[in-house]
């Protein structure tokens, strides 16, 4: 049973560039929520999907947007990189927007050169 | 003010010891409450849901004061495995998003 799967593993970006990372759920989970922990701090929440659609949206600016697959997959996308972007984006999945736990992935680490 | 706030460390321990870690929250609507653990450059995993009855497990006591907004872990005989950083995390009601503090590092020393 494949846990929270996430890809790739580590990123090398440039100011300026985009970025897309990847999420595969927990088996049996359809509800994705993607946070960023920058070093020395706690996750802060990205946003969630659910349905396809993102229900709850944490304090990011629009430069963050993501997209929730029919096989309850999703992506992260982040345009027009900044240094402060260097960071751990983890991607938790539960079943229903509502319930706990939430299991995590390993990460991606970003680093913003 | 932050939503969620923990002594961020680090607690240097020696094997045995006993440590409490404490964690303050503003939200009183805060309805959700954990303890998760995460290992270096690993992701979060969650230790214990925290109970307003307290919640014990193995080694590991949890405490919820909700008058006080103040939750607490405490870890009893501690190991070298016990080496982490531990988030204090909650939640509101319904579809709403973990709040995670900024975590409190520990290193058990042999």
């Known amino acids: 049973d494949a846990g929270v799967t996430q890809s790739p593993t580590h990123l090398i970006k440039t100011r300026g560039q985009q970025v897309t990372l990847r999420c595969s759920p927990k088996?049996?989970?359809?509800?994705v929520s993607w946070y960023q922990q920058a070093l020395g701090q706690g996750p802060q929440f990205i946003f969630q999907y659910y349905e396809e659609e993102e229900r709850q949206r944490g304090n990011f600016p629009d430069r963050f947007s993501g997209h929730q697959f029919p096989n309850y997959s999703s992506e992260l996308n982040v345009n027009a990189l900044l240094l402060g972007d260097s960071a751990l984006y983890l991607c938790?999945?539960?079943?229903?927007?509502?319930?706990?736990?939430?299991?995590f992935g390993d990460g991606t680490r970003l680093s913003i050169l | 003010r932050k939503e969620v706030e923990q002594d961020p460390g680090p607690f240097n321990v020696p094997e045995g010891a006993t440590v409490a870690f404490n964690c303050t929250y503003s939200?009183?609507?805060?309805?959700?409450f954990f303890w998760y653990r995460q290992d270096c450059r690993k992701e979060p995993k969650l230790l214990m849901s925290?109970?307003?009855s307290g919640n014990e497990d193995g080694r590991f006591t949890a405490q919820l004061n909700r008058a006080s907004q103040y939750i607490s872990l405490l870890i009893r005989d501690s190991k070298l495995s016990d080496s982490a950083t531990y988030l204090c995390v909650v939640k509101n009601r319904g579809n709403t998003p973990l709040v995670f503090g900024k975590g409190t590092r520990l290193s058990v020393i042999a």
């Open positions: 938790a999945s539960s079943s229903g927007p509502s319930n706990q736990p939430q299991h």
């Open positions: 925290v109970y307003s």
């Open positions: 939200n009183s609507a805060s309805q959700s």
């Open positions: 088996s049996g989970h359809d509800t």
